[in-house]
């Protein structure tokens, strides 16, 4: 099967409003990409961040009718053919893109990171065959609307760490899980997880991911205000608290993540730049951090509570 693919140029405040048309119209997916390389850092609580220069893709079938759509787009831009680009898209095309988005990688030597295409497939022998441990697991994962494919460095520093201190009997918290990446390699290690997010499709996409993995009995998904409202229930419970998120809503949790972590306990915080590091150490000096680990311009910071 092939597909017509419309290439759209927008500003922010536009993208609704054709995302909107385009939809109605019948577009069956619709992909937004940065026209500048843009990173987005800091939005608001429950902000959907969206870079200022937009690449928007809408994928239909290639027999759909055109005509209506061209109206409705007329009707937002009368000049839209100057920033319309039109192609036709073979099905194998498309299917070589979605995998360009796909990881497939190790982590810890014991942890592979793998499309949901590969399950059932025997699971790739370790890089390190003497690295111990037992059998390495498999995590299976497509990309999707939720943040978390295992592509972005904060997510596979998070990994590595997880795969390497994650076990049976230990409770884990994930505080914005996204797509439940982490949340679900620690459930593959027999971890009890609790996996919070603010925005339903993450809520939902953690729970679809969990259970395509066979981990959904470990991990339970809370809303924002649900957390909020069991949280002093968690007092002194999790044996890791991990936080791939941004550093303004990681220096401001300082005291809940420390509140709920039990002496010990070790705490992952990732999503922040190097230059914001010191930062949100300082908003946890019941903390004894280890040396960061840095990739890129982004590290994550590791370490135990020791009152």
Wanted: with cysteine; glycine share 10%; aromatic share 8%.
């Amino acid at each position: 099967m092939s597909w017509i693919q419309l290439t759209l140029s927008l500003g922010t405040q536009e993208a609704q409003g054709f995302e909107d048309a385009l939809v109605a119209a019948g577009a069956v997916a619709i992909t937004y990409e940065s026209l500048a390389d843009e990173v987005v850092l800091e939005p608001a609580p429950g902000a959907i961040p969206m870079w200022q220069s937009i690449s928007l893709l809408a994928l239909f079938p290639v027999d759909a009718g055109m005509a209506g759509l061209n109206d409705a787009l007329r009707g937002l831009d009368s000049n839209i053919h100057e920033r319309l680009q039109v192609d036709f898209i073979a099905e194998e095309d498309w299917h070589r893109r979605l995998a360009n988005h796909t990881v497939r990688a190790e982590f810890g030597d014991k942890l592979w990171l793998l499309p949901k295409s590969e399950l059932g497939n025997e699971i790739p022998q370790s890089r390190n065959s003497t690295s111990g441990g037992g059998q390495a697991r498999a995590l299976y994962l497509d990309p999707g609307l939720a943040f978390g494919s295992g592509s972005h460095p904060t997510t596979r520093m998070c990994l590595e760490y997880i795969s390497r201190s994650a076990r049976e009997g230990h409770q884990v918290l994930d505080f914005g899980c996204g797509s439940g990446i982490l949340a679900i390699a620690a459930a593959l290690f027999g971890a009890s997880v609790v996996a919070v997010d603010h925005d339903p499709q993450a809520l939902i996409a953690t729970r679809e991911n969990a259970e395509f993995n066979g981990v959904s009995e470990y991990i339970e998904t809370l809303s924002l205000a649900q957390w909020q409202d069991r949280q002093s229930a968690f007092l002194g419970q999790f044996d890791i608290v991990v936080a791939n998120i941004l550093a303004g809503p990681i220096t401001d949790l300082g005291p809940t993540f420390c509140s709920v972590i039990c002496p010990g306990g070790d705490m992952v915080l990732s999503g922040i730049l190097d230059r914001q590091a010191q930062q949100v150490m300082d908003a946890y000096p019941q903390v004894a951090f280890d040396p960061m680990t840095l990739e890129d311009e982004w590290v994550c910071l590791t370490g135990r509570l020791t009152e």
